[in-house]
């Protein structure tokens, strides 16, 4: 096969066998990849019914045909399980070297199943797989533990592994590639400490076949080239230049959707402290780029300020909305610490952030008091901030409820109203009160509330492809379906949706010649059709619902938080809006082929071939 | 005569015309001087029912017995007048040099009337007095004024002027003597603004006539050696090391009556960004103290941040508070910035602190819009902080709103609820929700919300002379009563609270060997008894009160904000607290011996020789 490597590792951590299989042909044509496939095997073999954390559960993790190739920012490989969080089927989405690494051994997946007795770490050498202890790497926070991992294999290995925080399960633990790279939501990284699975260490030397090598060459120069001729036009994109940071803060903040104070305001008065263009001029090392990537958005930071020094990736916009503006944090140095913590300890910073903001507001109403959190929880401290997360990443005092996500820490306290959540997950930082396609994303997003699944940003504020009216919420349905597809092409195609964001697929997108089709075509030969490519799209978007169905979800669990339904922002751009959430669902089931209540039809199941 | 000068010079801005008159030693023993001296004007020859911005205001500037003797902090001069933000009397008391150098120049107070048709500047060289053109000096900011002025008379003199805040009639413009001292309350600027006087000149050469030198020596060496051995037993006072802003930042926090977010909370999460410790590890030059002080409270700073780049003494605790954790800026830059334009422009900080967070908070519940404000006005901006504040200080755009303070502001915009005032002055930085006496105090304080009429922290925090409970409402009516005559005495004879507070007058509040009257009765020769003394602080309190209830106020006047009366805090130290503010004004009034209307009876009034 080209593209494909045609392989496939499983590794049963409870008898400690591991076994090759050959990948089947018309499943990598019907799934693509690394998000599809992940989801192929899920609904195949998974229970959708068990407990996340028990044995039962089934994590996968897969690249897609183009993961790494040399075609642009082809980094990306997804980590697929039941989400301990949400309880949802999850996709979490990570870029880097490890990816390419995996690709490069020869293989489109690994299927965990089980739970060893003992810490163990998987070593895949090219053809070669084995488990080895990893009791003396328990307990190791993530850059420790890569260091050691890397001297005991190879060098020229990569790493993917949990901190304190996955060991523990902390119900948002991260898997980190390479330190700082990381497949955040859902928990994922409590998935793999249940499992006993501490690492998994690859080293791969075969370069991925291409179907076609002049083709590639041609289309590759092509779109490396109008990238290229961009940056001398304009110079380099905001991108490279500031980071997801500096590029969205301005924009949700010109918007009035920067979601403060726990989605108490739609606009941080701190913003201007925590944009990418204070933390070039004050923090950054140098940039950093995944494999094959041109833009280079990542960034690489050092603060020096007493109480907060470190060196570390970050923080992306992500992390500087949820521990910044929501927690009304404006110092630089204290969210960029809280990042360098949530790597090192394996945190997602969505969620941490918007589990701090949960209790921040509690603390703020009353509900939470001094004695219950270990002091006060104030609005824009940077120094608690930092304490908390640290506390977090190892489950201790406060840190072991907020381990547990604002959704069970609202609840626990009386007030689940203010875990600002969909299906249990954190949202991140562009409030839908402004951005209705947004809100639908968020709420019919598969694993809950995700921008990777679906970003309306694109359309709602950059005008990519084409500007849409935030504050129209007729038509969202249609829309926010399309970009479910297409996000889930690029998610299992292996490429970032920084780029492939701007090669879209659909004529009515204005789609570009540089499309994520050619690619396809050119690296596996498979010929596809855009109507089969688009297909695909719905087919995994369709079999993540099926998961979703029999895990006991329905039109109920795609919720928006009461606060975005019922309380307009009362200052800014998007004052006076609420999310017109229900109108929406029903267009989107609609458009879908659902029924009213959010279930696929028989019809649309048979269609793609999904009963 | 000794400690007085015997002199008061009356200057005619009308007709232009100064003339030297005798002070009354009657007065002058039963009024002792200052304060004391400024309300006896006020009431035997002012209206208070004019308009303070008419000719028909009356303005006195008074110096106390002690000031400019070397009696520690003997540095003090008040400025009495109707104020035009509040409509009561006031006194806005300054230190420095300027006060001194009036004393010297043989002068215990001036008395200014009417209006002068061009602007003039009084210039007082010893004996001799002349009113001088001024127009070349209006519009220019205090630092140039004063330095303009040194020039054209004499480099060893000293300068009490305006800037344009003051000219332009911002209803909080202070007075501002040797560039960074205010008389910052009420907005005695606009009223030496009213009567185109844009500053006053002085060079005094006689040392101030002490009646028992040796008396005066030795109660000096007990007092200054017991303040060295104190500094040699337990280090430099805070107050010296770190300031106003040093001590009192972590009190208040740490009591919870810290007042954040336009007292919507009582503790501020960036504290410890903008307390003392910060600002001398930071932005600190060097210290300076007023006039015969050991304590040299006052900061003076040099900030190099881009965009708040400056230099000036401050900030003191009142602005860290007031521009700071009410307005949730934690940006200890712009804030000291704000504070150099609040100097350069003449403006009362914590007036100028109090309407920008008013402002904030009518922005974020939707009553004033971008549109009416110019901008956004949001949380925690410091940027915008100091944008507004240049604004105000020149009355230009959104800041010709906010230069009539919080009062006018809020009723504008329909929600006077939100101005948290006390005779429409803005209330200093301690909630009185956790402090129910400085709650007292600020209500029956007769210039309106002040800490400087009587401080109840010193009890309430502090335990100087004694700690009281803060909570406990019952008593603090008489308390009250006592410090409101302590502190008038303070007032009058011309000492700085932060020394004469150690230094009290009353046998149940542990009266120091050391205490004012002893320093008054060796200066003046008049031979105080303790009754006598505590009288004439009674006297003027009853003086002050007999002007306000001319000028219709009475006990409705004697308010608060209705959030500190029925919204308590939900988190912290002070959770769940409001003031019980009509009880205590209750027991204040029948302890006054006034009717229950807060009226004066006669029979106090003839005890007092007040009728």
């Not at 069970?408 to 689940?416: D, I, M, Q, V």
């Not at 709420?443 to 504050?471: L, Q």
């Not at 889930?488 to 540089?514: H, K, Q, T």
């Amino acid at each position: 096969m080209y593209g494909w490597r045609g392989k496939i590792l499983r590794v049963d951590l409870t008898s400690g066998k591991i076994k090759e299989e050959n990948l089947d042909p018309k499943v990598a044509r019907d799934y693509i990849g690394g998000r599809g496939l992940g989801v192929h095997y899920l609904l195949k073999e998974g229970d959708p019914t068990c407990d996340p954390l028990f044995a039962e559960n089934m994590m996968i993790m897969a690249a897609g045909p183009l993961t790494g190739t040399s075609a642009p920012t082809a980094a990306r490989y997804m980590v697929m399980t039941k989400g301990p969080l949400t309880g949802a089927i999850t996709c979490s989405n990570s870029g880097g070297q490890f990816p390419k690494e995996m690709k490069w051994a020869g293989l489109d997946a690994i299927l965990f199943t089980g739970r060893a007795k003992e810490p163990v770490y998987l070593w895949i050498d090219q053809g070669r797989a084995e488990l080895r202890p990893a009791g003396h790497l328990w307990g190791k926070w993530v850059p420790e533990t890569t260091d050691a991992l890397l001297k005991e294999t190879d060098p020229k290995a990569r790493v993917a592994c949990i901190g304190p925080a996955g060991e523990k399960q902390v119900l948002f633990a991260a898997i980190m590639n390479e330190k700082d790279r990381a497949a955040g939501r859902s928990g994922v990284g409590a998935v793999m400490g249940s499992k006993n699975l501490k690492a998994v260490v690859v080293r791969g030397k075969d370069a991925v076949p291409i179907a076609n090598k002049d083709r590639f060459a041609e289309i590759n120069n092509r779109v490396l080239n109008k990238f290229r001729e961009g940056v001398q036009k304009m110079g380099p994109s905001p991108l490279s230049q500031h980071g997801t940071i500096g590029v969205m803060t301005p924009l949700v903040q010109k918007f009035g959707v920067f979601p403060t104070q726990n989605w108490q305001q739609g606009q941080f008065g701190g913003w201007e402290a925590i944009t990418g263009q204070t933390l070039t001029q004050k923090y950054l090392v140098k940039t950093r780029a995944c494999w094959a990537c041109p833009i280079a958005c990542a960034r690489v930071t050092k603060v020096e300020e007493a109480g907060f020094e470190g060196e570390g990736e970050g923080p992306e916009f992500e992390t500087g909305f949820a521990l910044g503006a929501l927690c009304m944090v404006d110092n630089l140095a204290a969210i960029t610490k809280a990042n360098y913590l949530c790597n090192e300890l394996g945190l997602d910073t969505i969620s941490m952030g918007g589990t701090i903001a949960c209790a921040m507001e509690l603390y703020q109403r009353g509900y939470l008091t001094d004695k219950q959190a270990g002091g006060p929880v104030l609005w824009g401290d940077g120094k608690r901030l930092v304490e908390l997360t640290r506390l977090t990443g190892l489950r201790e005092g406060f840190g072991d409820e907020l381990a547990l996500g604002s959704y069970r820490l609202a609840e626990k306290y009386g007030h689940p109203e203010l875990a600002m959540v969909s299906k249990k997950l954190e949202m991140p930082g562009y409030d839908p009160r402004g951005l209705q396609g947004q809100g639908l994303n968020y709420a019919t997003s598969p694993i809950g509330a995700s921008h990777c699944r679906g970003h309306m940003a694109y359309c709602e504020m950059v005008g990519i492809p084409k500007a849409v009216d935030p504050h129209e919420w007729k038509g969202k349905g249609k829309l926010v379906k399309l970009w479910h597809e297409v996000f889930s092409i690029f998610d299992a195609s292996g490429l970032c949706m920084f780029f492939a964001g701007r090669n879209l697929v659909r004529p009515e997108l204005e789609i570009y010649p540089d499309g994520i089709l050619e690619y396809l075509n050119a690296v596996t030969g498979a010929e596809y059709s855009m109507d089969e490519l688009m297909k695909a799209g719905e087919r995994i978007l369709n079999a993540e619902r099926l998961f979703l169905v029999r895990a006991g979800f329905s039109r109920k669990d795609d919720s928006l938080p009461s606060r975005l339904i019922s309380e307009p922002h009362t200052a800014g751009p998007s004052a006076g809006k609420v999310v017109h959430l229900e109108e929406m669902k029903d267009e989107y089931y609609r458009e879908r082929g659902w029924d009213e209540n959010g279930i696929p039809t028989d019809k649309k199941l048979k269609e793609l071939g999904l009963n």
